[in-house]
């Protein structure tokens, strides 16, 4: 199966409170924030249609009406709501609800906030071309911790030379953040509860050495506070001016 025939269907993860993010939060839920002009989730359905994406689902609780309102208006790519309106799944249940809308190939799955400056080449297009199915369950795409705005972890990935992935251990230091977004195979999702988080998928993909990851070739944005949102907007100004 092609890289474009696999990953022709997305997740995007839009249903969590937001709390960090308050109190833009207290009247509309994360993905409606807006940066640089443009809402966070229209940022990442922006990438997602550019890269051939066309059919995304997205799962909606927290102010889930003003959700669907706003997805209702897109055209490209095609949107279905997957409803968590009874209750939060975290983001492992919330992908494995919508798995039948998804299909039985290899998708994407992108957070909100899954957010960031191009480099030269489309990270999502770097991505899908790096997918090697017969060695990779999950490929992630990772944010160099030294670049990234708006991100002060201690990173959460090692990579090895042929892009393996170790999660970082207590007192450690990673060079690589999780920037939330992936591929991966919808078979990983077989056994596993209602609600979870997609970590631990993470954690069994490495223990088999089937968890991969690619740096992000750009800058990454992590708007994960109000703060961050003129940090991340006062970098996309300076972007246009390099």
Request: aromatic content about 6%; charged content about 25%; hydrophobic content about 45%.
């Amino acid at each position: 199966m092609s890289a474009d025939a696999a990953f022709s269907s997305a997740m995007l993860l839009a249903a969590g409170l937001g709390k960090r993010m308050r109190p833009l939060t207290d009247t509309r839920p994360k993905p409606l924030i807006e940066v640089a002009g443009k809402t966070l989730a229209d940022h990442v359905l922006d990438r997602l249609a550019a890269t051939g994406v066309e059919h995304v689902v997205v799962n909606v609780h927290y102010l889930a009406d003003m959700m669907e309102a706003h997805l209702s208006a897109r055209t490209a790519p095609k949107v279905t709501i997957s409803d968590e309106r009874a209750g939060l799944l975290d983001s492992g249940g919330g992908v494995e609800k919508a798995l039948p809308l998804l299909g039985p190939a290899p998708f994407i799955v992108c957070n909100a906030d899954s957010f960031w400056i191009e480099g030269p080449a489309a990270n999502l297009d770097r991505l899908k071309a790096a997918w090697r199915p017969e060695a990779m369950d999950i490929l992630m795409l990772l944010a160099a911790t030294a670049t990234s705005v708006g991100f002060n972890g201690r990173g959460d990935y090692a990579p090895d030379d042929a892009g393996r992935l170790r999660r970082r251990r207590d007192g450690e230091i990673a060079p690589f953040a999780y920037a939330g977004v992936l591929l991966i195979k919808p078979e990983l999702f077989e056994g596993m509860p209602e609600i979870f988080s997609l970590n631990q998928l993470f954690d069994i993909a490495e223990g088999k050495g089937r968890l991969f990851g690619l740096p992000l070739d750009g800058i990454w944005l992590h708007v994960g506070t109000p703060e961050a949102i003129g940090e991340a907007e006062a970098r996309i100004a300076r972007s246009q001016l390099e």
